[in-house]
């Protein structure tokens, strides 16, 4: 496995948000984290990411055997050891090119990133990783546009292709399909599924369509406890998860429980978690 909580808890005040959560995740694995509105799955991001400082617990990456413990890293760290979100909120240099975001991202995560005086040609291996990436999300004909000149879809494929120049072990999708116009829908499919069969993922959504169709695993929190885990179809079975949902999804799978609409659906991320 490259990923491990134990006794994971974040209370805030009287409120427990996320509560003792145990949870294991594979290398190659896709996995869904869903529950309704408030159960804790952004405060388990940021615990991940070390956005937030548990109250109790452990959060450790790595494979078996060089597990490395991150409980009280900050978010740098916790991405230099290979766990890499991508944010609700859009965090890309608006005004750079969709290339230079990307390009600066690979750089950024390379091991000397700090020495001004690297060679020209090391430069030129960022520049090419940049390329590979934006083929890969789907952006190559888009690399000389200013990132602020995207579709909010074509915007997502941007945060996923920043999180992949990080070479993470863990890359968390947070919301990748939030504001994306339903055309382009099968597209941000496409690239979980593509960026799962190389890292595992583990991915908020709202969209109960979309994770259902792409998930191997779904993890439900409900008031910041895992209340079932297992394969989509035996998830959408299960009663508990039913009444966590308060009958707003629909066990046959025609309905979305909580499709969160594009405008709002980036408001999440707290005050400073960035
Ligand atoms: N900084 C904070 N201070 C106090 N309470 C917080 C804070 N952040 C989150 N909470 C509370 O913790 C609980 C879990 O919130 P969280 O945002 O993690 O849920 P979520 O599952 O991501 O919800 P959504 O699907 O609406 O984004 C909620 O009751 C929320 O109000």
Redesign the pocket.
């Known amino acids: 496995m490259v990923l491990r909580t134990r006794g994971l808890t974040k209370e805030?005040?009287g409120?427990t948000?996320?509560d003792d959560v145990d949870f294991e995740l594979g290398s190659g694995e896709l996995c869904s984290l869903i529950?309704?509105?408030?159960?804790?799955?952004?405060?388990?991001f940021?615990l991940l990411t070390g956005v937030l400082e548990p109250t109790a617990g452990t959060v450790e990456v790595g494979p078996d055997g060089s597990r490395t413990d991150v409980t009280d890293a900050a978010p740098h760290e916790t991405a230099r050891l290979g766990i890499h979100r991508s944010y609700q909120v859009t965090n890309v240099f608006p005004t750079s090119t969709v290339f230079e975001n990307v390009r600066i991202a690979a750089q950024a995560a390379g091991s000397d990133a700090t020495n001004f005086w690297r060679n020209a040609e090391t430069f030129g291996e960022y520049r090419e990783e940049a390329r590979r990436i934006l083929d890969r999300v789907g952006l190559a004909a888009d690399a000389d546009r200013p990132a602020s000149a995207l579709s909010h879809g074509a915007k997502r494929q941007l945060e996923v292709g920043i999180a992949l120049a990080g070479d993470p072990d863990v890359l968390l999708l947070d919301e990748p399909n939030a504001g994306v116009s339903s055309e382009s829908v099968g597209d941000i499919i496409d690239l979980i599924e593509d960026v799962a069969t190389d890292h595992a993922v583990l991915l908020?959504e709202?969209n109960m369509d979309i994770v259902m169709n792409v998930s191997e695993r779904v993890v439900v929190?409900n008031r910041?406890s895992v209340i079932a885990d297992g394969d989509p179809a035996a998830v959408r079975a299960d009663e508990t998860v039913q009444e966590a949902y308060l009958g707003g999804y629909d066990p046959s799978g025609a309905g979305s429980p909580?499709t969160v609409d594009s405008e709002n659906a980036g408001d999440?991320p707290?005050e400073g978690s960035a």
């Open positions: 805030f005040g409120l948000a996320v529950g309704p509105n408030g159960a804790g799955k952004t405060t388990f940021d908020v709202h929190l910041g909580d999440s707290r």
